[in-house]
């Protein structure tokens, strides 16, 4: 059993900052990559940012220069710094991460259940 749980959402006024994290527990053997993806109403979830187990980064092109991502592996937690914060980044944000466990030697992804953050004045 794997457990992605998200936390640090919430209300912030534009041009503000959050900072996301989530930490991933369970039987776990290996973490792959970690990603950030939001989803507003009535649009598709979109991926924001992608970070490799070796630590390279990559961005959406509406985010890119405002957020980024980190990660720490001994807590095997990432996080989304995010500022400059716009009412369109109004969204439920979900961590995703590919995980191998101890039980099967196939690759797969798990999702956390999002976090909410509201960007408005």
């Known amino acids: 059993q794997v457990q992605l749980v998200e936390s640090g959402g919430g209300l912030v006024q534009p041009g503000g900052s959050l900072r996301l994290s989530c930490a991933a527990s369970?039987?776990?053997?290996?973490?792959?990559?970690m990603d950030w993806y939001r989803q507003a109403p009535g649009k598709q979830r979109e991926l924001v940012a992608t970070i490799t187990r070796g630590g390279s980064t990559n961005y959406a092109s509406s985010v890119k220069g405002r957020f980024t991502i980190s990660r720490d592996n001994a807590k095997i937690t990432v996080y989304l710094q995010m500022n400059s914060l716009k009412p369109e980044d109004t969204a439920v944000y979900y961590c995703?991460?590919?995980?191998?466990?101890?039980?099967?030697?196939?690759?797969?992804?798990?999702w956390g259940q999002g976090t909410q953050v509201t960007v408005s004045s």
């Open positions: 369970g039987n776990i053997f290996s973490i792959y990559d």
């Open positions: 995703n991460a590919e995980i191998r466990t101890h039980s099967s030697a196939t690759i797969r992804d798990y």
